[in-house]
């Protein structure tokens, strides 16, 4: 066994490339495309209050404090998750995790870039698309360009993103994408037909 | 499909977001060894199970994963009203729950 174990380790070490989940997939319905989003930077952060101000100067985005919102800066947003809880992604390439590792007020900073992967549907008929799956509210009332929120989409969890008054950021776990990916898939032929 | 306020995120969402964490307000014990095994029993097994109001614990697991508590009648189903967790059992209750919402 131990043998076999060693030889597996090799042969991962001298071949490490990184295949993100479904990479490049696409499918497109009258009104709506759905699109994995290439490989982006991710943290899962908690923190009290008294940490916020500190944070949020080391992360150059000021951390959102109201229920359902967001806020973005160069390429990286901050997602309010819950009371004390926040998913930071950033899309131009910049580790938010070395940011924070100089910040000495209390925190917990934890990489998930590769926990998650995200889908993009976008299109007039985006919303009804991620309706299919998702049992809240997704007119603009309410949930505007900028809402954020963790929530449901058929049997699994998402973090839902309004990015446009007719685009949707859609972050699942990626052992989960493939489900997604089908279930977005079949949501925008449904939401076109 | 049942929409449950939820007391953190401030607005009433659908129930596929929550979880049942059953009955709130038991206290545990601060001196849980000595307890009786009478007292135990009561602490651990016994629920009051009432038909009509009944306090519960609920998390908001597939949102922003925190417990909170609700007053929900058990025979129309229908959530009086809820409060976030450690606040102190409610005194009154509101006459239907549209005055919840108002607060």
Not at chain 1, 43 to 68: C, D, F, I, N, Y
Not at chain 1, 101 to 111: D, E, N, T
Not at chain 1, 125 to 143: H, M, R, T
Not at chain 2, 19 to 38: K, L, T, V, Y
């Amino acid at each position: 066994m131990a043998k076999a174990a060693a030889k597996t380790a090799a042969t991962a070490s001298s071949s490490a490339e990184r295949r993100p989940a479904l990479a490049g997939r696409s499918t497109s319905a009258t009104g709506v495309k759905v699109e994995v989003l290439p490989p982006a930077e991710r943290m899962s952060l908690r923190a009290p209050e008294a940490s916020l101000a500190a944070l949020s100067k080391a992360l150059g985005v000021t951390l959102p404090k109201a229920p359902k919102t967001s806020a973005s800066k160069a390429g990286r947003t901050a997602l309010w998750l819950g009371p004390d809880e926040w998913l930071v992604i950033d899309e131009a390439g910049k580790d938010p995790l070395a940011d924070c590792a100089g910040v000495s007020a209390l925190h917990s900073s934890v990489g998930v870039s590769h926990r998650n992967i995200a889908i993009s549907v976008a299109g007039p008929a985006a919303e009804a698309a991620i309706n299919s799956g998702c049992p809240q509210d997704l007119s603009l009332v309410a949930f505007p360009v900028g809402a954020g929120s963790r929530t449901i989409l058929g049997k699994v969890e998402i973090v839902l993103l309004r990015t446009a008054e007719d685009a949707f950021r859609v972050e699942c776990w990626r052992s989960f994408s493939d489900y997604v990916f089908t279930f977005l898939s079949e949501g925008a032929r449904d939401a076109a037909g | 499909m049942l929409l449950i306020r939820c007391p953190y995120c401030e607005e009433e969402r659908p129930e596929l977001e929550f979880r049942n964490a059953g009955e709130a307000h038991i206290a545990r014990s601060a001196n849980m060894a000595g307890e009786s095994d009478d007292d135990f029993e009561k602490f651990f097994f016994i629920r009051s199970n009432p038909k009509g109001i009944i306090y519960e614990r609920w998390r908001h697991m597939h949102g922003c994963a925190r417990f909170f508590n609700a007053v929900r009648d058990t025979v129309t189903d229908k959530f009086v009203m809820t409060y976030k967790a450690g606040e102190p059992k409610p005194s009154k209750l509101p006459k239907n729950s549209n005055e919840v919402v108002a607060k």
